[in-house]
């Protein structure tokens, strides 16, 4: 090997810039050239969309089959630091180890973290299901909830956040809740947002229908309010009012992986990176950032990537692609990314998918919860450990939906 692209995680854009630079080195003819090397924690993917949901079965999938079929290595560790000028990465392997690696490209794809600000009792008392190892600890301690006598605490679960992720997590609350304590009666399920009005984060045609989903399962929204602190026995909001709970869930915000502030270059207010159009740091030679890391623009008319699941897949596949290619001799992909969905999942009630970036609704309840279901099941599950099969979906411009 005279050659080596690192990537860091082996998230949603790290797997797909994997797949997509091994493509490009094999279309080239220079795998005996060029190292992929891929370094996270271990080789599996947390489908972290999922982990509101009440059973965690299946959010862990093993990559290594994959990775050995198409010929990438894989380095348990964490990357540690990024020496742009040596062009070099710390990494600490899982074993306690120690290594200094060279790069000729180097991929951040390290992902995002639940951002939690000096609120008093806060991560002593808050759960969050923003990575598996916090949605394991709250699937113990909702389980747990059935062993503890009736009280207005035990009953009560608040969310903390009105996006997406809590949404998805307080309309999951009502039938979780039940399947564990047996029972429907005296349930309080809150959503606590600092905005105007509950489902704000969605545009107001579809908070409307996150509202109805709301009343119609009995979730009491509470918006305009911050929470001041937490303790043993609840949370106190900014209004004076204090809610009795034994379980609150965090879902107020993320912010970049903290290795985006090793790379030169201009940061958003989320901590990412600014990335040009070929999801290079301008200011980092040789280095690509991706997924959650890269704030970069997905059309000519001023929309930009959100966190999310549906950017990391493309972003991936095409920083992976441009890595190899500026190696192999390779045209080069501008990333866009004009089509934008969501899809909210909302519990019992179904589920709402819109279409643009002014979130129109398109379908709803039954009928969308299917969609919701086929994302979280099927889409965004690594593809099976077949070559040919995973070259066929990487190349940068695969669009997964149409
Ligand atoms: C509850 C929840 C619901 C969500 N719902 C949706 C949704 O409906 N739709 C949607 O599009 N998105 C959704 N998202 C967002 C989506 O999950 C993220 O945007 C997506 O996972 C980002 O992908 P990524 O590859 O950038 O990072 P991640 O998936 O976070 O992967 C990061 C990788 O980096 C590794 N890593 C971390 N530190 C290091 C290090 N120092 N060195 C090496 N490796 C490291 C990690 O182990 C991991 O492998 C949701 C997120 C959550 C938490």
New binding site residues.
């Given amino acids: 090997m005279t050659k080596r692209i690192i990537i860091?995680?082996?998230?949603?854009?790290?797997?797909w810039a994997a797949i997509s630079a091994q493509r490009a080195i094999t279309l080239a003819d220079q795998e005996s050239d060029i190292e992929v090397l891929m370094?996270?924690?271990?080789p599996?993917?947390?489908i972290?969309?999922?982990?509101?949901e009440q059973s965690l079965e299946n959010m862990n999938p093993d990559l290594s089959p994959l990775l050995n079929a198409i010929g990438v290595k894989h380095i348990a560790?964490?990357?540690?630091y990024i020496d742009e000028n040596k062009q070099e990465v710390q990494?600490k392997e899982s074993d306690g180890k120690n290594t200094i690696i060279a790069y000729d490209r180097f991929i951040l794809?390290?992902?995002?973290t639940a951002f939690l600000p000096n609120i008093p009792g806060l991560f002593q008392y808050a759960f969050n299901?923003?990575?598996l190892a916090g949605?394991k600890e709250l699937e113990q301690h909702l389980k747990g909830l059935a062993q503890k006598p009736f009280s207005t605490a035990r009953n009560t679960v608040v969310v903390v956040g009105g996006g997406?992720?809590g949404i998805?997590?307080v309309t999951e609350m009502p039938e979780r809740l039940r399947n564990i304590l047996g029972s429907n009666d005296n349930l309080r399920i809150v959503l606590i947002d600092s905005s105007k009005e509950i489902g704000n984060a969605m545009g107001n045609t579809a908070a409307t229908v996150v509202q109805e989903a709301f009343t119609e399962m009995g979730i009491e929204g509470k918006a305009n309010v911050v929470v001041t602190a937490l303790d043993s026995s609840g949370v106190t909001l900014s209004n004076g009012e204090k809610i009795e709970s034994d379980t609150i869930i965090w879902?107020a915000g993320?912010r970049a992986?903290p290795?985006t502030a090793q790379i030169s270059g201009e940061k958003d207010h989320l901590g990412r990176v600014l990335g040009d159009s070929f999801l290079h740091a301008p200011a980092a030679k040789n280095i690509f950032v991706?997924?959650?890391?890269v704030k970069a623009a997905t059309d000519e008319h001023g929309n930009f990537t959100v966190?999310?699941?549906?950017?990391?897949l493309s972003?991936?596949r095409v920083a992976g692609h441009n890595a190899a290619a500026e190696l192999v001799g390779l045209p080069s992909h501008a990333y866009s990314q004009p089509k934008y969905v969501?899809?909210?999942?909302l519990g019992a009630w179904g589920a709402l998918f819109t279409e643009g970036w002014d979130r129109q609704v398109r379908i709803v309840r039954d009928e969308a919860k299917k969609v919701k279901q086929e994302?979280?099941t099927v889409w965004i599950y690594p593809p099976a450990p077949d070559r040919e099969a995973a070259f066929a979906i990487a190349n940068p411009d695969y669009i997964i939906v149409q």
Avoid: K, W
């Fill in positions: 860091a995680g082996s998230g949603f854009a790290g797997l370094v996270s924690p271990s599996h993917l947390a972290r969309p999922r982990l509101y560790g964490i990357v540690e990494i794809a390290t992902g995002s299901v923003s990575d949605a997406l992720t998805e997590t879902t993320m992986h290795l991706t997924g959650d890391t966190m999310s699941c549906q950017h990391a972003l991936g969501t899809c909210l999942d994302i979280n």
